[in-house]
């Protein structure tokens, strides 16, 4: 039995995924546990080839979310994967930037909560990213950052004073 495209991206077969793709595999469908896309596993492992590769296909639905309500972006940034998260961001398609997942985190909460600067940084050259985020216990981002340490913190005010 052939392997499933998630398996694919999860061991980081280029070539095996694009014989999926070329064989008419479904580039939206959902597996595992979450119910990720292969292009949420992509993004999580850092297997930034496949990424390009899955964010070509025309059928690409690329703001998905898993049964959590988490994105690409959101997988992307828990990995700590900044050069997949700046392929996500290029994408033509993406509109999902301030998703929120079940726990009411954007990928920007996300990347701050888990200290993931580089993600943090680049999600704050989005125009229009939300600043004024909060989570399901009402922390807001501005918390968040600074119990991460100054660095953090020094980012995301610098960030929301820019704005206001």
Same mark, same amino acid.
């Given at each position: 039995?052939? +392997?499933?495209?998630?398996?694919?991206?999860?061991? =980081?077969? /280029?070539?095996?995924? =694009?014989?999926?793709?070329?064989?008419?595999?479904?580039?939206? @469908?959902? *597996?595992?546990?979450? @119910?990720? #896309?292969?292009?949420?596993?992509?993004?999580?492992? &850092?297997?930034?080839?496949?990424?390009? /590769?899955?964010?070509?296909?025309?059928?690409?639905?690329?703001?998905?979310?898993?049964?959590?309500?988490?994105?690409?972006?959101?997988?992307?940034?828990?990995? =700590? !994967? #900044?050069?997949?998260?700046?392929?996500?961001? +290029?994408?033509? $398609?993406?509109?999902?930037?301030? *998703?929120?997942?079940?726990? %009411?985190? #954007? +990928?920007?909460? %996300?990347?701050?909560?888990?200290?993931?600067? $580089?993600?943090?940084?680049? /999600?704050?050259?989005?125009? &229009?990213?939300?600043? !004024?985020?909060?989570?399901?216990?009402?922390?807001?981002?501005?918390?968040? +950052? @600074?119990?991460? $340490?100054? $660095?953090?913190?020094? /980012?995301?005010? @610098?960030?929301?004073?820019?704005?206001?």
């Amino acid at each position: 039995m052939p +392997a499933s495209l998630s398996r694919l991206c999860h061991e =980081g077969d /280029l070539e095996g995924v =694009g014989c999926h793709l070329a064989g008419g595999g479904d580039v939206n @469908r959902r *597996a595992g546990n979450h @119910r990720a #896309t292969s292009l949420m596993v992509a993004a999580r492992r &850092g297997h930034n080839s496949i990424l390009a /590769l899955l964010l070509q296909h025309p059928g690409l639905e690329v703001d998905l979310a898993d049964d959590q309500g988490q994105t690409a972006l959101h997988y992307s940034c828990s990995g =700590g !994967n #900044t050069a997949g998260l700046a392929l996500l961001l +290029a994408h033509p $398609g993406l509109s999902s930037i301030d *998703a929120r997942d079940d726990k %009411m985190e #954007t +990928a920007l909460m %996300m990347a701050v909560k888990q200290g993931q600067l $580089g993600c943090v940084e680049l /999600l704050l050259q989005v125009p &229009g990213v939300e600043l !004024n985020t909060r989570d399901r216990c009402s922390q807001s981002l501005a918390s968040v +950052a @600074r119990r991460k $340490g100054v $660095g953090m913190w020094r /980012l995301v005010q @610098r960030e929301q004073e820019k704005r206001t």
